[in-house]
């Protein structure tokens, strides 16, 4: 009868385990180191989001400042339209009557219609301000809005690299890779927007 082989089954199975351990951690290490990847790009993204929506609040603020502003100087201007017509009214009854108009009417109208004019200038330069602040708030709010998406994708890359890690799935680990650069590309197009 043949000598019976012997199979160290216990030894052969550690191997196995090890073998699989070492395969499984470099895959987990290489999903934490992923996945730390992105997180920063995420906290850095979520810090710039926030910081690129206060600037256009701010903006937003100071542009309707200048409309205010822009809308008091137009009432002025129309005020003094106002007094300059009434001025050349009364001056006109006066040269109805056939009367001499006292000076000081033409006087008035000669200043309200100077008035007039420095007004016009002042509203317009209001209103270029208004629009040029709400110009540069839309171009931030743009940014945010690349910045805020970047957050968004790196998150789900990180929950996707999470479950990758539970799993050990490549699959699902590849998803979050796929997912976390998307998340960097739109980060770095926020950047140089």
């Known amino acids: 009868m043949p000598e019976e082989i012997e199979i160290e089954t216990k030894e052969l199975r550690e191997k196995v385990h090890e073998e699989l351990e070492r395969e499984g951690g470099a895959l987990l290490r290489t999903i934490a180191m992923s996945t730390a990847i992105f997180a920063a790009f995420a906290a850095v993204a979520a810090l ?12 937003k603020t100071e542009a309707t400042r200048a409309q205010v502003e822009a809308s008091d100087q ?14 050349e009214a009364s001056r006109n009854a006066w040269l109805a009557a056939g009367r001499e108009p006292p000076s000081d009417l033409a006087a008035h109208e000669a200043e309200f219609a100077a008035q007039k004019a420095q007004i016009e200038k002042q509203a317009a330069t209001a209103e270029q301000t208004r629009d040029e602040k709400l110009a540069e708030a839309d171009h ?6 690349l910045f805020a998406n970047a957050v968004a994708l790196s998150q789900v ?11 050990r799935a490549r699959s699902v680990w590849l998803g979050s890779l796929g997912l976390g650069v ?5 980060f770095l197009a926020g950047w140089f927007a």
């Open 48 to 59: 710039r989001a926030g910081s690129t929506v206060n600037e256009a609040l701010v903006l």
């Open 74 to 87: 137009w009432a002025l201007f129309q005020a003094k339209g106002i007094k300059a017509a009434v001025a």
């Open 140 to 145: 931030l709010l743009h940014r945010h809005h």
């Open 157 to 167: 890359s990180i929950a996707l690299g999470a479950v990758a890690a539970l799993t």
């Open 182 to 186: 998307a998340g960097i590309a739109l």
